[in-house]
């Protein structure tokens, strides 16, 4: 089965393409079809999810399998979340989004966040759509700790790895991650119609 993969985070789509390659399926990076703008307006990850699916599978005529992911923390009300991407403005990198977290938790002893993945895969004919949602538990960091991953990584303390994401390798980082859990569930799934 070819898959359309609906991001233009190329992070994502790395992380994405070597999950599903690994199950056998044939994943299309954006890039080689047809690309469309999607406004990531909704409410929450799976509203996001499912508009960038859709949109790409009508436009290329191929399954699409979109992500919407971020991170959650309990002491803010689950802030980043939706806004991950661009916590600290539209057009954030990751050090300032980090660097906004940071100032955000200073004097907050409560630490706990969570990782939340929600996929949808989108199909052009008249099939249903596949969904499904993964999360990873652990704490935010004092600082930063680690040279790898991307986004929060480096703040973020897996407690099942006993290291920051930034720490752990790709392999250990994608048996944990919740974009990992979702897209091993998404494969289950799949099965029954591949």
């Known amino acids: ?18 999950i599903l390659t690994g199950l056998g399926i044939e994943a299309v990076p954006a890039e080689a079809t047809a690309f469309v703008y999607v406004d990531e307006d909704g409410e929450t990850f799976a509203e996001n999810a499912g508009k960038k699916a859709e949109a790409f599978a009508h436009a290329n005529r191929l399954p ?11 002491a803010l009300a689950g802030e980043p979340g939706v806004f991950s991407s661009r916590f600290a403005g539209e057009h954030a990198d990751d050090a300032e989004n980090n660097g906004k977290l940071l100032e955000e ?8 966040a969570h990782f939340i993945c929600a996929l949808h895969l989108a199909f052009p ?16 960091l004092d600082t930063p700790d680690g040279e790898h991953g991307f986004g929060y990584d480096p703040l973020f303390y897996s407690t099942e790895l006993k290291k920051s994401f930034a720490h752990a390798t790709a392999e250990e980082k994608a ?3 919740p974009r990992g859990r979702a897209l091993r569930s998404l494969a289950e799934q799949l099965k029954s119609i591949v």
């Not at 089965?1 to 070597?18: F, T």
């Not at 399998?65 to 309990?74: C, E, K, M, W």
């Open 64 to 74: 699409a399998l979109a992500d919407d992911s971020g991170l959650s923390v309990d």
């Open 1 to 18: 089965m070819r898959i359309v993969i609906a991001s233009n985070n190329a992070n994502k789509r790395k992380e994405m393409i070597a």
């Open 175 to 177: 048996s944990v991650s």
């Open 105 to 112: 938790m200073r004097a907050v002893e409560e630490r706990d």
């Open 125 to 140: 004919d008249e099939r249903p759509p596949i969904t499904a949602e993964g999360r990873v538990d652990g704490m935010i």
